[in-house]
């Protein structure tokens, strides 16, 4: 059980957004590339600001992404829109997200940024593995216990918590060397699964 699972019912509600965005000519890859680079601005806030008001702002900026990532792939699959420089554009994309949304966190007082690069690193291995399972016939690999999801609501509680002025700099290690272990897992799950070749 991942938050991804939540995914129909998130779409749900976003749909009636989805169809507004589709009758004023906004295409999936448009959503896709705004989300891209609103992560990397966003990233960039982060490091350069010099505050805690983007950590205390990164929840609400990760739901925001994440809604964004479930409207580009309504937009592809219900109005007619997939291809396949979409499909590019939706894995490369949210890597790039995902490492500039991480990438501040190694820049913080007392975090080790090894274990953050080490983070984005197996990050991006888990997704390259669920990539993997569309070509052994077991689909896109979406199995925890560390998806996309669970990340960036796990960054986004931490976000809130810097920003509020918690003192959680001195535990960020042990949270990253935790999130290392889930990713571990969730990499071995998806190769095992993808190596089944079944869905």
């Known amino acids: 059980m991942t938050i991804y699972d939540l995914k129909p019912r998130f779409q749900a509600l976003l749909r009636p957004f989805t169809t507004w965005l589709f009758r004023r000519a906004v295409t999936a890859n448009m ?114 216990p560390s998806g996309k999801s669970d990340r960036a609501f796990l960054l986004g509680l931490l976000g809130l918590l810097i920003g509020t002025g918690v003192p959680v700099l001195p535990y960020l290690n042990p949270v990253f060397m935790f999130m290392l272990v889930l990713l571990a897992l969730t990499c071995w799950n998806r190769a095992r699964r993808a190596a089944a070749g079944a869905p």
């Not at 989300?35 to 600001?49: I, N, Q, R």
């Not at 994440?66 to 219900?78: H, K």
């Not at 975090?111 to 997704?127: D, F, G, H, K, R």
């Open 31 to 144: 959503v896709t590339v705004a989300a891209m680079l609103a992560s990397v601005a966003y990233g960039a806030w982060m490091l350069l600001a010099g505050s805690t008001l983007p950590y205390l702002l990164l929840p609400l900026f990760m739901f925001a992404r994440m809604a964004l990532n479930a409207v580009d792939g309504m937009l592809a699959r219900e109005h007619g829109q997939q291809s396949k420089l979409g499909a590019v554009l939706n894995e490369v994309g949210d890597l790039i997200a995902d490492a500039a949304l991480l990438v501040p966190f190694a820049a913080l007082a007392g975090v080790n940024p090894q274990l953050v690069y080490a983070v984005i690193y197996l990050s991006t291995l888990t997704e390259f593995i669920g990539v993997v399972g569309q070509t052994t016939g077991a689909g896109r690999r979406y199995d925890g």
